[in-house]
C-alpha cells in the first residue's frame, strides 16, 4: 500500500537477459516501466526509478490539478538518464504520496503491478572500433556503394559481415502517412494523414479526428490538448472553449467553461450551459422565466418581474398593464377589495381590507412599527369597545355586561341574598375571581 507522506520502494533484480543471446542487454540506451496503480487522486503522487548505478530518474512530479481517482492502469512510463550504464543489478521504484488536498485517510492507494522494460545492446555505445561496433551504430554509418568493413581485419581473412536489421515490408495502418511505418498498427507510423496524438513520452498514434480535451492543429497535424475544463475547444487558452467536461458550464459570452454562472445566467444542466435569464430578472433560477430578483424599474410578482406601477395601480398581467387598485387602496396587487397592500388616507386597515370606520367588535388602533392606522380586534363576545382589554361598552347576544366585561347569560341565575352579601363584602367581583357569580341578577339583589 502507499501511504500518505511516505515513500514505497519496490525492487526487481535483472540480469539483462544474460540467458538469452539473442535479446541480452548489457548497455542500456532507454527504460520504461509500466505500471497499475490505484488511487484516490493521483496527482498527489510522485514516482521515481534508481538504476543499479545510483542514477535516480523522476518518471512523474506532482500535479496540483490531477484530481482524477482512476489511477495508471498500465500505463508507460521512460527515460534516458540511466543511457550507457550497466543494465544488470537491482532497479528500485519509488513512489512518493503527498496530499495537496483534505483526503479520507482510510483509502489508500496501491501499487498492484510493475514490470521494467530495458532497451539496449550488448555492446558498450561509447566503443566505436573494431567489433566493438553496436548495430544501431552501424546503421547510422551511411556506406556508399560497398559493404562496411572491419578496419582491423587482416588481409586475405574471412570479412565479417555485419547482420543488417531486417526492414518492415508489410501493409501500413490506414492514418499512416506517405513515409510508410515501422508495423502496422496505428502507433507505428512514419507520419500522419490527418493527425498526431500522443507524445514521444507516452507515444504518438494518428488518428483521423481528435478527442474529446484536443483540437485539430491543421497546420502542424498534431492534436493539441485543450485548456483544463474544456471538452472542446478551437485553442489552448480558457477562452477557447466550445463545450464542458462533467460538473462544469459553459459560459458563451467568455467562451469559458465554470463552476457557477453569472449573475443573470442559469445553469442548464441538460446542456451543460449558462442560458440568460430573461432581460428583466437580475437572477433567475432553472429557466429563463423563472426569476428570482429584479432589474430596477421592476418588481416580482410571484416569480415574474413586471414594471413598477404608481401607487393606487398594480401590474395587470393579462393586460400587460398598469390597472387601478380598490378605491380604498394605496397600493395593491390586484383590483379587489381585499387585495390591499397599503390603504389609501381616511382608511383604516381591518383583517384584508380597508374600511373607513372599524367594524363592530374591532376598535381603532395602531401596530408597533407600522405607520398605517388599524382596527384591532376587541375582547371575546364584546361587540363594542374603546381600547385593548376590559374596556367592553356593549356585549354580543347572549352576554351581559358585567364590569365592562362580557358574560354569558347561562350564569347569571337569581342568586340566595346571603350569597349575593357575601360576594358584595368580599368585592369578589372586582378581584374577578368567581366572575360567573357577578352577573346583573345577583349585583341588584346585593345591593
Known sequence: YIRADQKLNA?????????????????????????LIVH?????????????SGTRSQLLAQRLFDNSNEGFRNWEFMTVHCWGERAEGTWTLEISDSPSQLRNPEVLGKLKEWTLILHGTAEHPYQSQGSQHSRSRMLEIPTAGKELKNPDSVPGAPEHEEEEEEEYNGPCHPECGDQGCDRPDADHCLNCIHFSLGSLKTGRTCVSHCPLGYFEDVEARRCRRCHRGCEKCVGRGPNECRSCR????????????????????????????????HENCLTCLRDADRCTTCKDGF?????????????GTFFNLEEM????????CSTCTGPGLEECIQCAPDYLQQEWHCVRTCG????????????????????????SCQSPGTSCTQCKDGYSL?????????????????FCEMVKSNRLCEKKLFRQFCCRTCLMTAG
Open 321 to 328: 398593464k398598469c390597472s387601478p387598485c380598490h378605491i380604498s
Open 360 to 383: 363592530p367588535g374591532y376598535y381603532r388602533g395602531e401596530a408597533v412599527g407600522f405607520t398605517q392606522k388599524m382596527c384591532r380586534k376587541c375582547e371575546e363576545h364584546c361587540l
Open 11 to 35: 525492487s526487481i533484480s535483472s540480469s539483462g537477459c544474460s540467458d538469452q543471446a539473442d535479446q541480452q542487454v548489457v548497455f542500456l540506451e532507454h527504460v520504461v516501466v509500466r505500471v
Open 402 to 418: 358585567v364590569s365592562r366585561t362580557c358574560i354569558v347569560n347561562a350564569t347569571c341565575n337569581n342568586a340566595d341574598e346571603v
Open 40 to 52: 484516490p487522486r493521483r496527482g498527489d503522487l510522485e514516482i521515481s526509478l534508481i538504476s543499479p
Open 299 to 311: 418588481s416580482l410578482a410571484g416569480m415574474t418581474c413586471v414594471p413598477e406601477c404608481a401607487n
Open 246 to 277: 462533467r460538473g462544469l458550464y459553459f459560459y458563451s459570452k467568455e467562451s469559458t467553461c465554470v463552476e457557477t454562472c453569472p449573475s443573470g445566467f442559469f445553469h442548464d444542466d441538460g446542456q451543460r450551459r449558462c442560458q440568460k435569464c
